[in-house]
């Protein structure tokens, strides 16, 4: 199993502020990535990340924006938050081997924008 | 594009009932599968996966088998417990696209006592 950390798991905050959420992971994997879910729903990859100073957009638009100044943090910023932006959004790292690419989720940050 | 299509949800059966969930795929490479598991307000867990055509996943019971022929990966336990209830996703990876996940909708499991 990955050690990937998340924080903050729950995040109740006003339109129009910005967060921050954080996303940590010890096992120096290179490639990390953002999905964003909706409760009950589907996920969707918002941003991925090969490895430092790489950042890419994923499959969903999003208005949020990531950095990967480190290997171990890749951090997702909401500039100036909506209530649209209500979701649960998911760290991963994956795993590189001959055996495959194993990807590896954090616990998820619940973000409500009221 | 690389595509997984689950069955529905909610599934609901009685504990030491048989699971299966049905799984999908398309893809033009030669995917990676998995199996993930989310409980109630947490995150993603990975169950299982198979690489390669023919490999059989499991872990805790559960069990799903890499079936090329058939581009499926169902997942199936013999004897569901109430700690089983949670939303499973089926998912594939492919190298080809940057080992990207493509998951499926998620089938919900309700198992009662």
């Known amino acids: 199993e990955a050690d990937i950390y998340q924080t903050p798991r729950y995040l109740v905050i006003g339109t129009g502020k910005k967060i921050t959420l954080e996303c940590s992971q010890t096992?120096?994997?290179?490639?990390m990535y953002w999905y964003q879910q909706d409760p009950g729903m589907e996920l969707h990859l918002i941003h991925y990340?090969?490895?430092?100073?790489?950042?890419e957009k994923g499959d969903l638009s999003s208005e949020s924006t990531v950095s990967r100044i480190r290997t171990e943090h890749f951090p997702l910023t909401l500039e100036s938050a909506r209530p649209s932006h209500t979701s649960q959004y998911l760290c991963?790292?994956?795993?590189?081997?001959?055996?495959?690419?194993?990807?590896?989720f954090g616990e998820g940050s619940w973000l409500t924008v009221v | 594009g690389d595509s997984v299509t689950q069955m529905e949800g909610p599934v609901t059966l009685s504990e030491e009932a048989f699971l299966t969930i049905n799984c999908t795929y398309t893809?033009?490479?030669?995917?990676?599968l998995f199996w993930y598991v989310q409980y109630p307000g947490e995150g993603l867990q990975l169950l299982l996966k198979?690489?390669?055509?023919?490999d059989k996943g499991s872990n805790k019971g559960f069990e799903a088998t890499y079936r090329k022929e058939t581009t499926s990966f169902h997942l199936e336990k013999g004897s569901v417990q109430v700690s089983d209830s949670a939303v499973y996703f089926c998912?594939?990876?492919?190298?080809?696209?940057?080992?990207?996940?493509?998951f499926g909708t998620g089938t919900r499991l309700l198992v009662s006592p």
């Open positions: 991963a790292s994956s795993e590189p081997g001959p055996s495959g690419n194993t990807i590896y």
């Open positions: 096992m120096g994997h290179d490639k």
């Open positions: 990340s090969y490895g430092v100073n790489s950042t």
């Open positions: 893809a033009t490479g030669y995917p990676s």
């Open positions: 198979a690489t390669k055509a023919d």
């Open positions: 998912a594939l990876s492919d190298q080809r696209s940057f080992q990207k996940l493509v």
